[in-house]
């Protein structure tokens, strides 16, 4: 068995220190970033319109631009029983605490919009209204689940006789 003096041991103590050493400060290192505040996200959300080429036919079955209502909304039970007439006058606007905003449109056929908004506080829901020419053989109304502070994309699509919403997560890059 070799004999191991005193320095030889004192240099292997001392490189085993060193090397816990350097651990416990890159472990420090990773553990800075668990006391800084999480970035700040932009409470603005993206809107994106598009309306389909053969949108909103007359009677000649030729493309027309309509008007589409964009609501924020905090329950959709009274959104989904009222009829459009209802909606689209402002002075017949049901005034329970649901309704928290509205923004209206016009939208060619063909076209795309891109709008950023601001969510209302306590907004839970959009809703959407496309006024069509011909209600009775269309879906006029769509209604989508919204989380203000999630990273999400909307996309509405108007259609030739439906309109449809739908929320698309934005992958956050780290």
Aim: hydrophobic letters at 45%.
């Amino acid at each position: 068995m070799a004999v191991i003096d005193a320095r030889t041991r004192w240099c292997r103590a001392g490189a085993g220190s060193l090397v816990l050493g350097v651990l416990l400060l890159l472990q420090g290192c990773q553990m800075v970033g668990w006391f800084q505040d999480p970035p700040v996200r932009d409470p603005q959300k993206t809107l994106h319109m598009e309306a389909a080429l053969d949108a909103n036919p007359n009677l000649y079955g030729r493309p027309s631009p309509l008007m589409l209502t964009v609501y924020q909304l905090s329950d959709a039970k009274t959104f989904l029983k009222v009829d459009l007439s209802r909606l689209g006058s402002a002075d017949q606007q049901p005034t329970d605490s649901a309704w928290l905003t509205r923004e209206t449109f016009q939208l060619s056929p063909g076209e795309l919009r891109i709008h950023r908004f601001v969510p209302a506080l306590g907004v839970r829901l959009l809703g959407v209204v496309a006024e069509y020419r011909d209600l009775d053989n269309a879906q006029w109304r769509a209604v989508e689940v919204f989380q203000a502070q999630s990273p999400v994309t909307l996309n509405v699509t108007v259609a030739r006789d439906a309109v449809s919403i739908q929320a698309i997560p934005i992958l956050e890059t780290p």
